[in-house]
């Protein structure tokens, strides 16, 4: 799937959480999103997946008008969307198989069906020994895991990640970077965070800065500087 954004103004009362915001994604990208807390990143995730009504300027997936769309079209194509997000998201009341089954069950996924997949996406991980567990008995990293394993179990076309290193410790974190980054294998790959997560290296980089992209182009260590001035 193919992204764009154009002139996309997003607010919250008088505060502008995304200003005239221009970018296209073409489908198999890979980008990480920079900036400073509050500066608009983690909206700009959300309205890349259709989770953000526009206050001006459009949000497009493969050229269409994400809010031109019937809303059950536009349900139906978010299931190309996969969200990895910073506080994993977990159910606590389920064990780890039970959460990963969630976008299936919702989806309709016949349920013999629907545990071969989940089943796969926990080996593919390196859960399958934890399908039983509770997320409470789940390590930092392994939680992470499982939410990643969540996020791509429905087969999504894109690959949205907020800040999905935070709080982990530097082993873990470069697991899971790497994890990432293998499951990202022919599929659009967006993160979100403060700066460049260790091991997750991805060929373009977005900052944002009070809602505005002031810089879209390849890793550039000017960048971070310019951020912390």
Not at 83 to 108: E, H, I, K, W, Y
Not at 130 to 150: C, H, K, N, Q, Y
Request: positive net charge; proline residues 7%; hydrophobic residues 45%.
């Amino acid at each position: 799937m193919n992204l764009r954004t154009e002139k996309l103004d997003l607010r919250f009362g008088p505060t502008a959480a995304l200003d005239e915001v221009d970018l296209a994604i073409p489908a198999g990208d890979h980008l990480l999103v920079l900036g400073n807390a509050a500066s608009g990143k983690t909206t700009l995730l959300k309205a890349l997946a259709g989770l953000c009504r526009p206050t001006a300027g459009a949000v497009r997936w493969d050229g269409d008008d994400v809010y031109a769309l019937r809303p059950d079209d536009r349900r139906a194509r978010q299931a190309g969307f996969g969200m990895v997000f910073q506080t994993d998201a977990l159910f606590d009341s389920l064990p780890v198989l039970g959460n990963v089954l969630l976008p299936l069950t919702n989806r309709g996924v016949p349920r013999a069906e629907a545990l071969t997949r989940a089943r796969d996406v926990l080996g593919e991980v390196g859960l399958a020994d934890a399908a039983d567990r509770f997320p409470e008995r789940l390590s930092g990293g392994m939680r992470r895991r499982a939410g990643i394993a969540r996020a791509i179990v429905a087969r999504p076309s894109v690959l949205l990640a907020d800040d999905p290193l935070a709080g982990l410790d530097p082993h873990t974190g470069l697991g899971v970077a790497r994890l990432l980054l293998e499951v990202s294998r022919g599929r659009t790959l967006v993160v979100c965070a403060t700066e460049p997560p260790p091991g997750l290296a991805l060929r373009r980089w977005v900052w944002v800065e009070r809602g505005r992209v002031t810089y879209d182009g390849p890793p550039d260590a000017r960048v971070l500087e310019r951020g912390a001035a």
